[in-house]
């Protein structure tokens, strides 16, 4: 299998790695450099699990290829945690409840982290159309936009 | 929708909003599913399908796939060192298929590679050859044609002997006089489409050989020990070597009740003495797991002339697939809740579930219930437009209550304030209806942009749900919970509950604190080594059961510690429900004092927008109301109701999973569409607190009845919204249309 060498800077940092030519980012995240938070529920660019910020353009990490993004630069769910601690999204996703299984919560803390960063006091259709991408199957979506709305509040 | 979230607590009690426990790790991304557990020199492992829904196979030749680069074991049945079959309930399901296969994709050769695409490339390489048998696809004709189990699996366990073939389970209600007539009658005949769980992890794990003949499994389930019984005996293995560990579930809905790769990873990595890792995904897990039955019911409903129920006579055929799962619980769940939260002296309920070469059916959130509710709940709406009575009132005439007895003979003894419960939701003030012009996105059709209102009618409609909280009919049903407490340190608890989700987790932690009367208490990881079975996280008794165990071993430890003077002491208790009995095979009728433990009711009023040109829709409100006993954890609780009614809203929309001669035709998420926040309304929830008597602090189980009334109560909406009879879900544009 033709393998290529990639360097991405992720979460701020420059990291190499040897990769399958046919690999996803998706999959060269979780299994090439040890960050398994951005997670795999379809693959396919329909569910948004995977939703991760490259260049700062939100994007769902299953339909780029890894050696797409050599050269440049990634946020995951991880990097979102500064040395401040948890980010204001992941908090207000927890003391909202908007977290059952939790398997679309990274994908919706990207995008929610995305939203709010272009419009800072989304209206609720902003938030309906802004989170339209990213399925969660357990909670309904209610407790998903009173997060969205607590991490909106100045 | 509320503006903020009332404030939660880290470290709630018994009745407190408590902050899931494994939040933070869930937020940050390092909470550890079972598809993100990796392991030195681990494989990765494939499973090969069938790409026929019936047939013979006629040849395996794996030689080929075990010469590829990166390859270290390609497995058939052959390999299966132990029993060759296994089943949650009947042992009907090949490990491996052999001689033949009865589903599109069911399993029949395993391969294990070094690197993922190695493996795939090995899988496509194994050749099986076969001979392609016609299908049995139409769950009306399957009890006329060859049958797919020549040695009838499920026969002689109690049930009625049903000798014709393709058979699962029948079963028959009868209640007072059935052929008791009315002053008036409505008849309806109502279709169920085949809806998938559709949780967002797939299925996926780690098995890890010991070193010593013994395997660890580390995978997303719902029940750890029932997973060990059904493997241990196919490995060949004393239970006591095979060592199940909960790995992070990314949901369950009822959909990992049965084995998925605990099987296969544990056969790969025994055979190459190496750990394997098996992870489906999107399009694999849609033929990888159990749906929900798809059914069709037949109805007829008569009553006074003054609204009161007379005699309610309904026939239920499930299609259960290829093997059998829970379907003979399911077939008896549906019959068991047919008519609904209402009396009725007079009551004849025929339920059967039958064998084709569809997809397997089994448990999802609801079980069979959620069927029947959409079928008994349109007839009362139809009930209620034939007598010129308010369908609400209609409903109130009816309820049912504490005293008043089941088709089945149970004497309802517990709580069940279905009158309570259907005021309260009837009370819910809908929005006003919107003015046109609006914005497209609040419009049938959404962003599409499809109209600009001229053809979208409004309607309301409402429905009430019923089930059972607990299993049912004989199951000697437990869960056990070990505590240890010790001179320094938090107070350690053990309990195999299954966290899938849900957030049993923090009910046992709330438990824990409240009656050990600390905050220092930690929950152990859930697996069979330390601590006896919980039981299944379904049939919404997961809280219940598990408050119980463990509010049992925090009294039992702090009594030993009191006994024995002593600051260390380890207890385990089991914990057990009211028992149950089985239901007479031949009437339906109760054998002791009850066959189900518990009931809770749930009713919802929903206002829908239809565009009556186009088809589309808009579910613009929900307003519930639910019986929960207590609610242990309110947060929580809404997150049940709200998602629960989500589920509910796929179904009554856009979920299904579509066949043609048994092949899916739609496993992704491409095509099969589950609601996303453009589908979903606010959900104003209220909780209606009437304890149950015979539950932990008078909880009852909350999962289930949200999903089980809101199909019913979005298609009556429709019904209301479009003037068309729409008796089958999902609600295609169509039949909106009228096409």
Redesign the interface.
């Known amino acids: 299998?033709n393998r290529v060498k990639i360097s991405v800077t992720i979460n701020g940092e420059s990291r190499e790695a040897d990769v399958?030519a046919?690999e996803s980012l998706l999959?060269a995240l979780?299994?090439g450099f040890g960050?398994?938070?951005?997670?795999?529920?379809?693959?396919?660019g329909?569910?948004g699990?995977c939703s991760v910020l490259l260049d700062g353009e939100l994007v769902c990490a299953c339909l780029v290829l890894a050696a797409q993004a050599a050269g440049h630069e990634v946020t995951?769910?991880?990097g979102?945690?500064g040395a401040e601690g948890?980010h204001r999204v992941?908090?207000a996703?927890?003391?909202?409840?908007a977290?059952?299984?939790?398997?679309?919560?990274?994908g919706l803390?990207v995008t929610t982290a995305a939203l709010l960063e272009r419009i800072p006091d989304p209206s609720?259709?902003e938030?309906?159309?802004a989170?339209?991408?990213?399925?969660?199957?357990?909670?309904?979506?209610?407790?998903?936009?009173?997060a969205v709305?607590?991490a909106a509040?100045p | 929708?509320?503006?903020?979230?009332a404030r939660?607590l880290e470290l709630g009690r018994v009745g407190d909003?408590v902050?899931?426990s494994?939040?933070?790790p869930?937020?940050?991304?390092?909470?550890?599913?079972s598809?993100?557990l990796f392991a030195a020199g681990m494989l990765w492992g494939k499973t090969v399908r069938s790409p026929h829904a019936h047939a013979r196979i006629t040849d395996i030749d794996v030689s080929e796939a075990a010469r590829l680069p990166g390859v270290h074991a390609v497995l058939t049945h052959e390999d299966v060192p132990g029993q060759k079959t296994y089943g949650l309930e009947f042992p009907d399901q090949p490990v491996l298929a052999f001689e033949r296969v009865r589903y599109f994709g069911e399993a029949v050769a395993l391969v294990a590679a070094e690197?993922?695409?190695?493996a795939r490339r090995a899988a496509a390489a194994v050749r099986i050859e076969y001979e392609p048998l016609e299908p049995v696809t139409d769950m009306e004709r399957a009890t006329e044609q060859a049958p797919l189990h020549p040695d009838r699996p499920t026969m002689t366990h109690g049930y009625l002997d049903d000798p014709r073939p393709n058979v699962v389970r029948h079963m028959t209600i009868r209640h007072g006089d059935p052929d008791a007539a009315g002053e008036i009658s409505v008849s309806g005949v109502y279709d169920v489409g085949i809806q998938d769980?559709?949780?967002?992890?797939?299925e996926s794990g780690l098995a890890v050989p010991d070193g010593e003949g013994g395997i660890d499994i580390y995978v997303a389930t719902q029940w750890l020990h029932v997973d060990r019984d059904q493997v241990a005996p196919c490995l060949d293995l004393p239970p006591e070597q095979v060592r199940i560990h909960l790995a992070?579930?990314?949901?369950?809905?009822g959909g990992r009740e049965d084995l998925s790769m605990q099987l296969h990873g544990a056969l790969l990595a025994l055979h190459t003495n190496r750990p394997v890792k098996i992870?489906y995904?999107?399009q694999e897990s849609f033929v990888g797991h159990i749906h929900r039955h798809p059914a069709r019911i037949w109805c007829e409903h008569r009553a006074t002339r003054g609204g009161k129920l007379v005699n309610v006579r309904m026939r239920i055929l499930l299609d259960g697939g290829a093997y059998a799962s829970s379907s003979t619980a399911v077939t008896s769940n549906a019959a068991s809740f047919a008519v609904g939260p209402y009396a009725v002296t007079n009551a004849l309920i025929e339920s059967t579930s039958v064998y084709t070469n569809n997809p397997p059916c089994g448990a999802m959130r609801g079980f069979g219930a959620v069927q029947t509710c959409f079928a008994g709940e349109a007839q009362m709406d139809k009930l209620a437009a034939a007598l010129r009575i308010d369908p609400i009132e209609l409903r109130l005439r009816n309820a049912l209550g504490p005293g008043d007895v089941l088709p089945t003979g149970q004497r309802i003894d517990g709580s069940l304030p279905v009158a309570e419960v259907i005021r309260k939701a009837a009370a819910l003030k809908p929005p006003p209806a919107e003015e046109l012009p609006r914005?497209a996105?609040?419009l049938p059709g959404g962003?599409g942009n499809t109209t600009r209102g001229e053809g979208v009618r409004r309607g309301v409609g409402f429905a009430v749900g019923f089930k059972n909280i607990c299993y049912s009919e004989g199951f000697d049903d437990f869960t056990a919970a070990r505590v240890v407490l010790r001179d320094e340190g938090p107070a350690e608890i053990h309990c195999a509950a299954a966290e899938?989700?849900?957030?049993v987790s923090d009910v046992i932690l709330q438990v824990a604190r409240t009656e050990l009367g600390r905050d220092d208490v930690v929950l152990a990881p859930s697996g069979t080594a330390h601590v006896g079975s919980a039981g299944s996280a379904s049939a919404s008794r997961m809280t219940w059961m598990a408050a119980g165990a463990v509010q049992l071993a925090c009294r039992a430890a702090l009594e030993e510690r009191e006994r024995r003077d002593s600051s260390d002491v380890d207890v385990e208790r089991i914990y057990r429900h009211p028992r149950t009995t089985p239901l007479d095979p031949e009437t339906g009728q109760i054998t002791g004092e009850r066959a189900h433990v518990a009931f809770a009711v749930a009713a919802m009023r929903v206002v829908a927008e239809v565009d009556v040109e186009l088809g589309l829709t808009r579910i613009v409100w929900i307003g519930t109301a639910q019986d929960v006993g207590k609610a242990i954890n309110p947060?929580?609780v809404?997150?049940q109701i709200?998602?629960?009614?989500?589920?509910g809203l796929g179904l009554a929309l856009m979920e299904e999973i579509q066949t043609r001669d048994g092949l899916i035709t739609n496993a992704?998420?491409?095509d099969y569409l589950?609601?996303?926040?453009?589908d979903?309304p606010?959900?104003v929830s209220e909780l209606v607190e009437v304890e149950e008597p015979s539950a932990p602090y008078g909880l009852k189980g909350v999962g289930e009845p949200p999903t089980v009334v809101s199909t019913a109560a979005i298609v009556s909406a429709l019904r209301a919204a479009s003037g068309r009879d729409l008796t089958r879900v999902p609600v295609r544009p169509d039949d909106i249309v009228g096409l």
Do not use: H
């Open positions: 299998m399958w046919g999959n979780r299994d960050l398994p938070g951005s997670k795999n529920a379809c693959e396919q329909e569910c699990s995951t769910v991880e979102l945690s948890t992941q908090r996703f927890v003391d909202a409840g977290v059952q299984c939790g398997f679309c919560t990274p803390v609720d259709d938030i309906r159309e989170l339209s991408g990213n399925l969660c199957r357990c909670t309904g979506y209610a407790k998903i936009f009173d709305r607590l509040q | 929708m509320s503006a903020a979230p939660t909003p902050r899931r494994d939040g933070i869930k937020v940050t991304g390092e909470f550890a599913y598809s993100d690197e993922p695409e190695q769980q559709a949780f967002l992890g797939p992070g579930v990314g949901g369950a809905f992870v995904n999107r914005e996105i609040r962003a899938v989700g849900q957030g947060l929580a809404e997150g709200e998602g629960g009614t989500a589920q992704s998420f491409t589950i609601p996303t926040t453009l979903m606010p959900v």
